[in-house]
């Protein structure tokens, strides 16, 4: 089964600090790579994606960045605000059928 | 737009009972998907749906059935309930005409809770 990675499980970062959530997947075949937000008692939220022909996105204070030879890439949220306290998933694969990571559960201290 | 409506959202089943997830959206997507989240594993992929009468599974299709008889709609049938189906589902749906398209995200519906005891 193939697998992405997503790590910390937790992560705790204080306001105007920076958040890095980071992921791995093992299928080079692998075409999109999006991060989903998620808030208590809602459903997932498309937050940012990319595709392997770039290194970096940038959107506002969120920023992927993207190794395609190690297989890995990381979400950056500048500037964190305790408004950014979510639950923040990986994943990746074909658009239509995509693997998710575990989640990391991001809290920002006010 | 309402966007993706699931109901029940909560619901507590009795260990080989039987019932429907129901899942509907009103954005014309072609695409739809059935997720169940479990603490600290992730999404895990059910089934999905690429238009009306085509269904397929994902990766823990067991114990779970899908139908898609209309473009809004896409049930998600459990028929023997048992412990380990306790879990939050989630369905999801997508555009993609003539193909899913990397800048078409999914639209998550808000969830249904489900216990099985």
């Known amino acids: 089964q193939q697998q992405v990675k997503q790590s910390p499980q937790s992560l705790i970062v204080q306001k105007g600090g920076i958040s890095i959530i980071n992921c791995a997947y093992e299928?080079?075949?692998?075409?999109?790579f999006p991060w989903y937000q998620q808030f208590p008692g809602k459903g997932p939220a498309l937050l940012i994606a990319?595709?392997?022909?770039?290194s970096e996105k940038k959107e506002g204070r969120f920023t992927i960045s993207f190794n395609k030879s190690a297989k890995q890439f990381s979400l950056h949220i500048m500037d964190s605000q305790p408004g950014d306290s979510a639950t923040y998933f990986c994943?990746?694969?074909?658009?239509?059928?995509?693997?998710f990571g575990s989640g990391t559960q991001l809290t920002v201290l006010p | 737009n309402a966007g993706v409506t699931q109901t029940p959202k909560f619901r507590i089943l009795k260990i080989g009972q039987s019932m429907t997830l129901q899942c509907t959206q009103d954005?014309?997507?072609?695409?739809m998907y059935w997720y169940r989240q479990d603490p600290g594993m992730g999404l895990k992929l059910i089934y999905y749906?690429?238009?009306?009468?085509?269904?397929d599974k994902g990766e823990v299709p067991n114990g779970y059935n899908v139908s898609r008889s209309t473009t809004e709609d896409f049930p998600l049938r459990l028929e023997l309930a048992a412990p380990s189906q306790t879990s939050v589902y989630f369905c999801?749906?997508?555009?993609?005409?003539?193909?899913?398209?990397?800048?078409?995200?999914?639209?998550f519906g808000n969830g249904t809770r489900l216990t099985v005891t």
């Open positions: 954005m014309n997507h072609n695409y």
């Open positions: 749906s690429v238009g009306a009468g085509i269904t």
């Open positions: 299928n080079t075949a692998f075409d999109y």
């Open positions: 990319i595709r392997p022909d770039v």
């Open positions: 999801a749906s997508a555009t993609g005409t003539g193909g899913l398209r990397y800048n078409s995200p999914l639209h």
């Open positions: 994943a990746a694969g074909p658009a239509r059928q995509l693997t």
